[in-house]
């Protein structure tokens, strides 16, 4: 086989690096001359063999770059420039005419000689070589960008050279640095090397004098305050199985708040890379939030007083919460994967433009995500949110929701309607111009075959409905499924979910969780909030303060007891939890949930055991709705409850509460006509009868108003009904109301008004 020139000759100076960097050893008395000694013989060959060596060098300075992209007039000094190839690389992700004035600065002659080499070959006129000690040189006007690759290792007195940058960097500048490393025998988890590691790559470097210790990360961060680091292995050209560990970093100026600067995400020592626990997948469950956060907004009324504490699951009710105004929302999962998206959502609203996000998000698909990723988005992520999304970037080749456990569970459904060449039925039924259409289509087909049950239903129903299926493609846990199977088949239980929603709620324009579901992706009048452009714009100001959203990955109670909450959404969760567990939440729910406080949640069960620990911890706890009727656009829980801390102010009693729930609760006509159902001592007209129609009419209306803000639990809807009626009117909504609303032994009995004891 004859080898064309160029590869031959490039092992040949590859070889001639290797052998340079192993075996020539330190010639020279000063700094100077030992860099002259070790570079020289490879100079001509040093770019082409670094390319592969030195990983650090790209993704830093794209992160640099995405923090100065809309400046102009920059001025950059890289230290220890050597080729300047650095320039190079940054020409592709940034214009080089924002600078004014580029400065390689490099000791070494030999390198400094194939710098200006280049700089001559590309006619870049804003670009100027000095040979120059890192230590000491001092640009004209301080550096907006002051950037250390691979040098810091290799300046002996680097302490001088980190104070010669700090120096010299103007107030709102950045010091990027990517090096080898290893950590400190204790160090921050995300850093932490073994004795091996650290032994091994110290030992092995400093043979060609480079001192890979963390002294000079400690004194980075003494002298500056991080905003952005990563932590990984490399691999070396020619050597198999090794893998050497460096760190990209960048730091800015103590106290200085220029927003695109703001450190994303927090500290390395708050977000190390958490451990997925050994039952979850490699990945997330969830693609998008499966509880309704209409109904949620209603029961919580969020306002920005609030500190929420929320389930991340697919992150999108997380971002919802941050809309509608909470001061600060928690999202916290024990599954990494469903923070690496939420990141990921989040950091696109941040630094894309909507229809970037619409892609990602929306269609689920993105031509240019890859390029996206690199430039705009990592730079802002965690370790761990860059180092999943590197390795699932395909999901946006060919569509994110036909990923994670929910996205097998559509590709399931999609590859059936291929079989059965029913893809026009999908079509048709997420279409159906009107409810009612979707409804006939629904029951003349699907609904149909499952009410009937037979053998070939059952069949298939049991494939779908085993425990592996559940658990890896629907998020459903074996206690939730016992919990299910107390009350009810799982059949049924699937049969009414799927069956209720088709005739309840519109897939057109209503419900993008099934339609994401049929379709594996969001339409632009179907989807969750965050993808609408007018939240999104909101959205894009809301997040750029980090402390609006709080990502973390561990167990709910640990974050629970970080910090007081006014709001908690336990989603479904506890249903997973052994009592001991439920013990341990409900103490902490009592010591973090502020009185008056709200915790919401739902579960496989109509009345969960956990309702009244809860319940005990000192919460008026109320069940909202159970799947006795249409629950919400999910509608594939069994209850959905709310549990008001006690000793906040009595919602019977508040006057504003009153009005608020009201207001909120009655389209104008009803409100007319709740009035009119009053004796009419206040406004002076007859009792007219009020229903158990009407009364139904009133809260689905509210319930159905996607402005609707005002708080919605049924009690407050009941009491204050209540209080607008008297006499026989009064007397129909106790009696009737104990249809709509199941409030336990709160309920009022039908002669309690008589005896003037009506308390709730
Ligand atoms: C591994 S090379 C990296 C070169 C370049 N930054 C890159 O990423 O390709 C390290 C460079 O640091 C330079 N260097 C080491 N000590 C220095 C010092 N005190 N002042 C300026 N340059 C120095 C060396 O000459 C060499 O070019």
């Known amino acids: 086989m004859v080898w064309p020139v160029d590869v031959v000759q490039g092992i040949s100076q590859d070889v001639h690096c290797l052998a340079s960097i192993l075996l020539r050893g330190n010639g020279g008395k000063s700094h100077k001359e030992r860099l002259d000694f070790f570079y020289a013989p490879q100079a001509h060959a040093y770019d082409r063999f670094r390319a592969n060596f030195l990983h650090g060098r790209q993704p830093m300075l794209a992160a640099c770059a995405a923090r100065l992209r809309g400046s ?15 320039v190079d690389m940054m020409s592709h992700t940034l214009d080089l005419s924002v600078f004014q004035k580029i400065y390689v600065v490099d000791i070494c002659s030999a390198l400094c000689e194939v710098a200006r080499q280049k700089v001559k070959n590309r006619g870049w006129k804003n ?18 960008l002051i950037t250390f690759s691979y040098s810091l290792t290799m300046i002996p007195d680097f302490m001088a050279a980190i104070d010669n940058a700090v120096q010299h960097l103007a107030e709102d500048g950045i010091v990027g640095v990517s090096d080898f490393f290893t950590s400190a025998k204790y160090d921050l988890p995300n850093r932490q090397h073994s004795y091996i590691q650290r032994w ?11 001192d890979l210790g963390p002294e000079r990360r ?30 990209q970093w960048i730091g800015r100026r103590r106290g200085h708040t220029k927003k695109n600067l703001a450190r994303f995400p927090a500290r390395a020592s708050d977000e190390f890379e958490a451990k997925r626990p050994p039952a979850f997948p490699p990945t997330f469950l969830y693609s998008l939030s499966w509880e309704d956060p209409r109904e949620d907004d209603k029961v919580l009324n969020i306002n920005k007083d609030d500190t929420v504490l929320t389930l991340t699951s697919g992150g999108c009710n997380a971002l919802d919460l941050v809309y509608q105004g909470a001061r600060q929302v928690v999202a916290v999962d024990i599954n990494p994967a469903q923070s690496y998206l939420l990141e990921l959502k989040r950091i696109a609203v941040i630094r894309l433009p909507f229809e ?23 730079p802002f992520l965690s370790q761990g949110a860059v180092n999943f999304w590197t390795r699932k970037s395909h999901y946006f080749r060919n569509g994110l929701y036909y990923h994670g456990g929910m996205g097998r569970l559509i590709r399931a459904v999609r590859a059936l309607a291929r079989i059965t060449r029913q893809q026009h039925w999908i079509d048709n039924l ?20 499952l009410l009937r049950a037979n053998i070939v239903t059952r069949i298939s129903a049991f494939f779908v409905t085993n425990p592996i299926v559940l658990w890896f493609c629907a998020g459903v846990c074996k206690g939730q499924l016992n919990l299910i199977r107390k009350e009810d088949s799982i059949y049924n239980y699937v049969v009414r979910c799927l069956n209720s929603t088709a005739e309840c709620s519109h897939l057109r324009d209503s419900n993008y969780f099934y339609r994401c579901c049929l379709t594996g992706k969001f339409s632009r009048n179907c989807c969750p909030r965050f993808l609408e452009e007018e939240v999104f714009k909101t959205l894009k100001v809301d997040l750029a303060s980090d402390e609006r959203l709080l990502i973390r990955t561990t167990a709910f109670v640990e974050e629970l007891r970080k910090r007081m909450y006014t709001k908690v959404i336990l989603m479904d969760h506890v249903d997973w939890l052994e009592q001991g567990d439920i013990d341990i939440l409900c103490a902490a729910l009592k010591d973090q949930v502020k009185p008056g406080g709200r915790v919401i949640w739902r579960s496989a069960s109509r009345s969960p055991k956990y309702a009244k620990c809860i319940e005990k911890a000192g919460f008026d706890v109320i069940r909202i709705t159970t799947s006795d009727q249409y629950m919400d656009r999910v509608n594939m829980y069994a209850s959905f409850y709310v549990g008001i801390r006690k000793g906040g102010p009595k919602i019977e009693e508040s006057e504003d509460m009153t009005e608020k729930t009201f207001a909120a609760t009655c389209t104008k006509n009803e409100c007319e006509k709740l009035a009119h159902a009053d004796t009419g ?12 129609a009407d009364l139904h009419r009133t809260v689905e209306s509210a319930r159905n108003n996607p402005q609707f803000r005002g708080s919605l639990t049924a009690l407050e809807i009941f009491t204050t009904t209540a209080r607008h009626l008297q006499g026989e009117n009064l007397h129909n909504w106790l009696v009737n109301g104990r249809q709509l609303f199941n409030l336990g032994n709160r309920h009022p009995q039908e002669d309690q008004h008589k005896q003037g004891k009506l308390v709730f």
């Open 681 to 692: 001592e206040s406004c002076g007209r007859a009792s007219i009868p009020y229903g158990p």
């Open 200 to 210: 091994f790559w110290r030992g092995l470097f400093d043979v060609d004098g480079i």
């Open 218 to 247: 400690l004194y980075l961060e003494h002298q500056l305050e991080p905003v952005y680091e990563y932590n990984a292995l490399g691999k070396i050209p020619y050597l198999p199985f090794v893998q050497a560990p460096y760190y």
């Open 127 to 144: 670009v100027e070589i000095v040979e120059a000690d890192a230590c000491t040189f001092t640009p004209e006007d301080p550096a907006t």
């Open 430 to 449: 997420v279409n159906a111009p009107t409810l009612e259409m979707q409804k006939e289509l629904w029951f003349a087909t699907v609904g149909k075959w």
């Open 72 to 86: 102009q007039g920059l001025v950059w000094v890289d230290m220890g420039g050597g080729t300047a190839e650095n």
């Open 356 to 378: 970037d996000v619409w892609s990602m998000f929306g269609d689920g698909v993105h031509p240019k995500f890859e390029k996206l990723f690199k430039e705009e988005l990592t």
